[in-house]
């Protein structure tokens, strides 16, 4: 008999309506009362803000509801046609039940592509979309942050709190704070603290998101290391990147990005950050073994930047263990600080290396001990006397720089181990290991997810027809079931999945649902049915 068009455009259109009305209601309670909007820290959004926000949201949680709507709509649309012994005439007219399962699986079929697009690529490009929309105004920004008890981090280490913001409309990316109290911290510990004049905020868009220097003009501060106040004109403050609105994490990269970092997981910046301990670690090494070189060649070391030039002359020098730093004894001194000089002794002195967990912070710093230093006329004797930090040379930082990441997770010709680099390798193998299987683990949640829709639109339909279900919430039950069945068994493979000792076992537990649908699907469509 001809194909049974007419009949296929009645299911279409009564699983059509259903599909949409479910869709626009479920989505109107997810995105605009739902958990998306839980998502979002609120005290830093204006009004203005939130409404385009919205506009956002809505299509992402679109994405979530299609799936469901056509799950619904299939077995809501067969059940009744069920119910009203439709299928019963079908049947006698000699048309195949088979053939009408087309509407439910072409509906499946759109869902699952729709479904995969939005999550592959709509729903990160929101979680970027959305944070862009809250920096786009660089001094809201700033005065929003403001108001937090934490005040505005710059630097990993600065915790700045300010009484006034300026803009100048002709440059937006800089930002002016006044009146500024300020906290430098090394862990959970105060190192210095005091006021300054003002700070000079440049900010710079970057993938990742807003990066942010700073120049602190006319400071006043004490130093709790040192037992003293000081007054410095100018300091400069690192770069630093604000903590976006969403993190950075893999669950809101896109499909390209994620193929991306599975092919360079080291690129990935949690591992690069443990890359970066490492290297700093094989850094320290490194320097000191230089610096152990210039001594026996020259019996001194001279260290040089901008502002500083120290000289130590010895005629005995050793290494301290576990990278402590190098010992002189019966040191000669001669440091000289823009136009002042000042040479003198010590007995002995330690050089190390300072400053940050990066290489563009590192420096050298000399603690002399029983030193006797003069200026002009002056002689200051003292226990112990903190010459530097000197900022390292730009060839020694290349140097460092240039020591491949195969290297430094493995070891190699440039690297050489110790307790503290093997500690620190570890953690960075892990760290990438860690981010592979996250990776792996993501991209099989959403095929799946994607994939899910297929099998359980075609289930829905079939129990539909089995259950008669004519009411909305026989429906309802009949489409709830197996798809909570498939979505945890996704959610706890996905865990599993990323879990280093059970990979293996959890993409096999994320595909299994899906799997045990799909053969549900054949025997209800072979046998069940016919009856």
């Not at 059509?16 to 479910?22: E, I, N, P, R």
């Not at 830093?44 to 799936?67: G, K, N, W, Y």
């Not at 003002?198 to 993938?207: A, K, Q, T, Y």
């Not at 865990?495 to 025997?523: K, Y």
Request: aromatic content about 8%; glycine content about 8%.
């Amino acid at each position: 008999m001809p194909f049974p068009w007419t009949l296929q455009r009645y299911i279409f259109r009564e699983m059509g309506k259903t599909f949409v009305l479910t869709a626009v209601a479920m989505t109107a309670v997810l995105g605009l009362g739902g958990g998306v909007l839980n998502m979002i820290k609120l005290g830093e959004v204006t009004t203005s803000q939130l409404f385009r926000l919205m506009m956002l949201i809505l299509p992402v949680a679109a994405a979530l509801t299609l799936p469901v709507a056509a799950l619904f709509s299939a077995a809501s649309t067969f059940g009744r046609m069920s119910a009203d012994n439709e299928f019963v005439a079908c049947r006698g007219g000699g048309i195949n039940m088979h053939v009408l399962f087309l509407p439910p699986v072409a509906l499946s079929l759109a869902s699952a592509a729709v479904t995969f697009v939005f999550t592959s690529f709509l729903i990160p490009g929101m979680a970027r979309n959305l944070n862009e929309f809250v920096t786009a105004d660089f001094s809201t920004l700033v005065q929003q942050r403001l108001k937090r008890p934490q005040g505005i981090t710059l630097g990993g280490k600065f915790r700045i709190y300010a009484d006034g913001v300026r803009v100048d409309p002709q440059t937006p990316d800089r930002v002016a704070l006044d009146g500024i109290a300020f906290i430098e911290v090394a862990g959970e510990e105060w190192v210095r603290f005091g006021t300054a004049r003002s700070i000079d905020l440049r900010f710079g868009r970057r993938d990742s998101g807003v990066r942010v220097a700073a120049d602190m003009l006319g400071l006043t501060y004490y130093d709790r290391s040192k037992g003293q106040f000081a007054d410095v004109g100018r300091q400069a403050v690192a770069p630093t990147e604000l903590p976006p609105l969403f993190a950075r994490k893999l669950k809101f990269l896109n499909l390209t990005e994620l193929l991306h970092y599975r092919r360079h997981p080291e690129q990935w910046p949690d591992v690069s950050d443990a890359i970066d301990v490492v290297r700093v670690r094989v850094g320290r090494r490194a320097i000191y073994d230089a610096l152990t070189t210039e001594l026996r060649d020259d019996r001194r070391l001279t260290f040089a930047d901008a502002t500083t030039r120290l000289v130590l002359s010895a005629p005995q020098a050793a290494r301290i263990p576990r990278d402590g730093g190098i010992e002189l004894t019966d040191v000669a001194i001669e440091e000289q600080v823009a136009d002042r000089l000042r040479r003198g002794s010590a007995a002995r002195a330690v050089v190390e290396v300072v400053r940050g967990d990066a290489i563009d912070e590192l420096a050298l710093q000399v603690d002399a001990y029983d030193a006797r230093l003069s200026l002009a006329d002056q002689t200051i004797e003292r226990t112990k006397a903190t010459l530097g930090p000197v900022a390292l040379s730009d060839a020694l930082v290349e140097r460092i720089r240039a020591i491949p990441v195969e290297e430094l997770l493995h070891g190699g010709d440039a690297v050489d181990d110790s307790d503290v680099i093997a500690v620190t390798r570890r953690e960075a193998l892990a760290a990438r290991d860690d981010a592979v299987r996250r990776i792996v683990a993501t991209l099989h949640e959403r095929a799946a997810f994607s994939l899910c829709v297929m099998g359980l639109v075609v289930l829905g339909a079939a129990l539909g027809i089995v259950f008669r279900g004519s009411h909305a919430m026989v429906a309802f039950g009949v489409s709830f079931i197996p798809s909570l069945f498939v979505i945890v068994a996704i959610v706890m493979g996905k865990q599993m999945a990323q879990n280093e000792a059970t990979p293996v076992a959890g993409l096999f537990l994320l595909w299994s649902g899906i799997i045990a649908v799909a053969l549900i699907d054949v025997w209800m469509l072979t046998r069940v049915l016919r009856r």
